[in-house]
């Protein structure tokens, strides 16, 4: 940043004089004035003070080398200026301000050397405040206008830039939050759908036992049945009603051996 001198006490006893209290001002920059040395060729202020009496202290103290520099007078107001040569571009701003004063003195400056060339190092006091006083004025409220702050305006654009990736980062943020959730969805549904899987095999696994035990409890009935059915038309257990005579004669005999044996 730029270096900040604290006012001594010659500008502080000046200060004393006039008083920002009296006067209720809106722009950042209030008052402004060229010099050549301590002899001031124009100056222009939006308001009324003892601005003479004020500089004039400050212009006494200024060295050629001091290149730019920032007096505080208190809290809330300050003096700005930029010297080149013999030449102070000098202007008071609110406190707060210090990118656009030295902006408005050095386009100010640039427009009184390419005005005035060399004819300022003769010029008598006051002599260029009816003709520049004019362009430090139009300059001052070109600059006192924030719709003509370039970087105010960038600011502006790159902070609209910022709420719109935030917005978008809170939307992705969202969905990646839906996305989720639908992941975690589609996995409770595969599981569901597994355990699905798994108690239907075995709903048909139990339904196949069970149909094969009606299978053969049936299978077992009907050949019970037939068998029955088959003694009861033969006349009982050994079928002798559906035995041929050479079998009940191989029946005798053989229970005709089995007495000799005994």
């Not at 355990?195 to 048909?204: V, W």
């Not at 019970?224 to 257990?237: H, K, P, Q, R």
């Amino acid at each position: 940043g730029r270096p900040t001198r604290r006012a001594p006490s010659e500008q502080s006893r000046s200060r004393r004089v006039w008083s920002p209290r009296a006067v209720t001002f809106t722009m950042p920059i209030l008052y402004a004035l060229i010099a050549r040395e301590t002899t001031i060729l124009c100056e222009y202020t939006t308001t009324s003070g003892n601005f003479q009496q004020i500089t004039s202290t400050i212009l006494n103290k200024i060295k050629p080398e001091d290149g730019s520099m920032t007096y505080v007078y208190d809290e809330q107001y300050a003096f700005h200026y930029i010297v080149d040569g013999r030449l102070t571009f000098l202007c008071m701003a609110d406190a707060e301000k210090r990118r656009i004063p030295f902006v408005f003195l050095d386009d100010v400056k640039n427009k009184f050397i390419a005005t005035y060339g060399d004819r300022a190092n003769s010029a008598l006091a006051l002599s260029m405040n009816e003709d520049f006083g004019r362009t430090v004025k139009k300059t001052m409220d070109y600059y006192n206008d924030p719709a003509n702050d370039a970087t105010a305006a960038a600011q502006k654009k790159l902070d609209a830039v910022k709420n719109v990736m935030v917005q978008n980062i809170d939307l992705i943020m969202e969905r990646g939050e839906k996305m989720d959730l639908l992941v975690d969805k589609t996995e409770q549904m595969q599981q569901n759908a597994q355990q699905f899987k798994k108690t239907s095999q075995q709903l048909k696994d139990t339904l196949w036992c069970k149909k094969m035990k009606i299978y053969a409890l049936f299978t077992f009935l009907v050949i019970f049945v037939i068998i029955i059915f088959s003694m009861f038309l033969c006349g009982g257990v050994d079928y002798p009603g559906c035995q041929s005579d050479d079998d009940q004669k191989d029946r005798r005999l053989s229970a005709l051996f089995t007495q000799l044996r005994r």
